[in-house]
């Protein structure tokens, strides 16, 4: 079936560097869904990219889908502890949303 | 709108005691679905609902059931915990396109399970 591959696992940064997680796909994906989950709380949506090659902007995060629609990535300029929690990337399969593992940033004040 | 719902927040089980976690959401939703969630393996699907009436399996089913009898509700039945079943657990809903894929996806406030 379907896997969807996120990287790294965690990431310790240091308040004001930059973030960035990647998550790649067994098979061409329709579209990919990205999720942030703070510490002890449910996931929460943020995004989701439908077009080859989109790149779409929220503040400091940047979000984009592979040209082939089979990876993404989420880069976060100058984190702040605002910033802390558990990133997820999500892609459709035969009608239901595989996730990811997730990438748990945390950051250094 | 209360989004979605899920009952209870916490529960502990002994190992063989069957229970029923709840899960309501209130945006008439056709998809709905549980997942568990266990350090380092992230979110995994246990069963999924595309509407009343039908239900598919997930990644990691064995061990759950579930029904949806109504738009609104979607209840997993743990037959007999065991203590692999310690998790997190999730419902979460999402309305559907035509083609059959998923929008953003609905959370509830998730229910940890622990079974000794």
């Known amino acids: 079936g379907q896997q969807v591959m996120q990287i790294p696992q965690y990431q310790h940064v240091q308040e004001g560097e930059d973030f960035t997680t990647y998550c790649n796909s067994s098979?061409?994906?329709?579209?990919i869904q990205w999720y942030k989950q703070r510490p002890g709380g449910h996931p929460v949506f943020l995004i989701q990219?439908?077009?080859?090659?989109e790149v779409k902007k929220q503040k400091r995060l940047t979000f984009q889908f592979g040209e082939a629609k089979k990876n993404s990535s989420l880069h976060i300029t100058a984190t702040q502890t605002t910033d802390v929690g558990t990133y997820f990337c999500?892609?459709?399969?035969?009608?239901?949303?595989?996730f990811g593992q997730g990438t748990e940033l945390s950051v250094k004040p | 709108n209360a989004g979605v719902t899920q009952t209870p927040k916490f529960q502990v089980l002994k190992t063989g005691q069957s229970m029923t976690l709840q899960c309501a959401q209130d945006?008439?939703?056709?998809?709905m679905s549980w997942y568990r969630q266990d350090p380092g393996m992230g979110l995994r699907l246990i069963h999924y609902?595309?509407?009343?009436?039908?239900?598919d399996q997930g990644e990691v089913p064995n061990g759950y059931n579930v029904s949806r009898s109504t738009t609104e509700d979607f209840p997993l039945r743990l037959l007999s915990a065991a203590p692999s079943q310690t998790s997190v657990y999730f419902c979460?809903?999402?309305?559907?396109?035509?083609?059959?894929?998923?929008?953003?996806?609905?959370f509830g406030p998730g229910t940890r399970l622990t079974v000794t």
């Open positions: 098979t061409t994906l329709s579209n």
């Open positions: 609902s595309v509407g009343a009436g039908i239900t």
């Open positions: 999500a892609g459709p399969s035969r009608g239901k949303l595989i």
């Open positions: 979460a809903s999402s309305r559907t396109g035509t083609s059959g894929g998923t929008y953003e996806q609905y």
């Open positions: 945006m008439n939703h056709e998809y």
């Open positions: 990219l439908v077009k080859s090659g």
